[in-house]
């Protein structure tokens, strides 16, 4: 797929998880792979269930600035850390579902845990129920910097796969292109709304 298809693919992801309430009152950024050096993602603040071509900007992965001086995602940092850790990744997707911005807070730990879920096979090389997912939470920060420091120290000993949660605030996930971010994003959505929910019921 071609890189303009790939923004094209993104940007109908982006009305899709408007539309799922998924990035409320601009919350949320998004961006896919532009060549070997930059990404384009969503310009910062802007409403991102209704967003055009021209809501992106070239950023590069190296600086993580705006060769156009434009004001990208306050949280490039983290697209920008996975473009170059990870050279697969071809789209990142950062939601704040009300199920993943409850659920990393009801689970204190540093990971959140799911197992036993046909829909785990929704994520790229999962095969059964029978084994465990593990989603990591990182404490929130409005210092990207030096979250993005924390991620990546933790990555070096559980390589991210998938997404990561931060807590009170969402998720970050990713794919290789658009549509394996969009069916991840949307099988990890459905799968924190059965352990919320699971988790509610059996507290009763
Ligand atoms: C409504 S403020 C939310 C932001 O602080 C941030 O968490 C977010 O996801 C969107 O920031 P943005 O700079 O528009 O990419
Ligand atoms: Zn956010």
Redesign the pocket.
């Known amino acids: 797929m071609t890189e303009n298809l790939q923004l094209g693919a993104l940007l109908a992801a982006c009305h899709w998880i408007g539309q799922k309430g998924w990035s409320p009152?601009?919350?949320?950024?998004m961006s896919v792979r532009e060549g070997d050096a930059h990404c384009l993602i969503?310009e910062?603040?802007?409403d991102k269930g209704s967003l055009t071509a021209e809501d992106f900007l070239l950023v590069e992965l190296e600086s993580g600035l705006a060769p156009s001086g434009r004001r990208p995602?306050?949280?490039t940092g983290l697209h920008t850390m996975l473009y170059s850790r990870y050279p697969e990744t071809g789209a990142v997707l950062?939601t704040?579902s009300v199920n993943s911005t409850v659920l990393s807070r009801v689970e204190r730990s540093g990971a959140l845990v799911l197992e036993g879920y046909e829909m785990q096979k929704s994520l790229s090389g999962q095969t059964t129920h029978l084994d465990q997912v593990v989603i990591p939470i990182f404490d929130n920060s409005q210092d990207i910097s030096a979250l993005v420091q924390k991620i990546i120290a933790s990555s070096e000993h559980a390589p991210l796969q998938y997404g990561f949660l931060l807590r009170g605030?969402?998720l970050t996930c990713w794919g290789r292109d658009v549509a394996e971010a969009r069916r991840h994003l949307e099988g990890l959505e459905f799968l924190f709304q059965c352990e919320l929910q699971r988790r509610l019921l059996e507290a009763k």
């Open positions: 009152a601009t919350g949320g950024n969503t910062s603040g802007k995602s306050a949280e950062h704040h605030h969402g």
